[in-house]
T-cell receptor, first 114, second 112 residues
């Protein structure tokens, strides 16, 4: 149980285009979903927290107009990287929380912007 | 600011020996600590956790120790196995899971 999927697992896009990443909790309802970003050899950095039906809460320094988060249901959250640039290239990971301390992570999405 | 720190970027141990991964934190509001294991190009998987009301939690080969006064926790793996080779992240949260912060990770290599 507690499986979280992400789609796509990797994506290459051209600079200036937008990319949408989906995060789904497959066998449970997630009260909260989180989006992280990981640069090579660095920690997981929390980007934003979203609760179903409400606006996401962004961490300091994360541009909410660039990283659009939609949490349409208790099993789906999406992250859209708008007008992507090469510096947005990273590994994006989502996680889902059920109200306890533990989070269940997706497999991640590798974004490469050329 | 780095509220959770893992000062050793890498650790190499021999199969069968003990692996000790360390983690320090600065925020005294953290009351729950977790260890995650991560393979390349995959999401982290939960390993073990500990509440601040405890100083030790054991699960099979994995034991987490918490020293609140020193704001330090450690993960012990014994005996270490080659399949344990991965990056281990320490994480801390306060009150609810909306405030989880991760350390930079320690890459563990267990040599056969």
């Amino acid at each position: 149980g507690a499986v979280v999927s992400q789609h796509p697992s990797w994506v290459i896009c051209k600079s200036g285009t937008s990319v949408k990443i989906e995060c789904r909790s497959l066998d449970f309802q997630a009260t909260t979903m989180f989006w992280y970003r990981q640069f090579p050899k660095q920690s997981l950095m929390l980007m934003a927290t979203s609760n179903e039906g409400s606006k996401a809460t962004y961490e300091q320094g994360v541009e909410k107009d660039k990283f659009l988060i939609n949490h349409a249901s208790l099993t789906l959250s999406t992250l859209t990287v708008t007008s992507a640039h090469p510096e947005d290239s990273s590994f994006y990971i989502c996680s889902a929380g059920t109200g306890t301390h533990e989070q269940y992570f997706g497999p991640g999405t590798r974004l490469t912007v050329t | 600011d780095q509220q959770v720190k893992q000062n050793s970027p890498s650790l190499s141990v021999q199969e069968g020996r003990i692996s000790i991964l360390n983690c320090d934190y600065t925020n005294s509001m953290f009351d729950y600590f977790l260890w995650y294991k991560k393979y390349p190009a995959e999401g982290p998987t939960f390993l073990i956790s500990i509440s601040s009301i405890k100083d030790k939690n054991e699960d099979g080969r994995f034991t987490v120790f918490l020293n609140k006064s020193a704001k330090h926790l450690s993960l012990h793996i014994v005996p270490s196995q080659p399949g344990d080779s991965a990056v281990y992240f320490c994480a801390a949260s306060s009150g609810n899971n909306n405030d989880m912060r991760f350390g930079a990770g320690t890459r563990l290599t267990v040599k056969p």
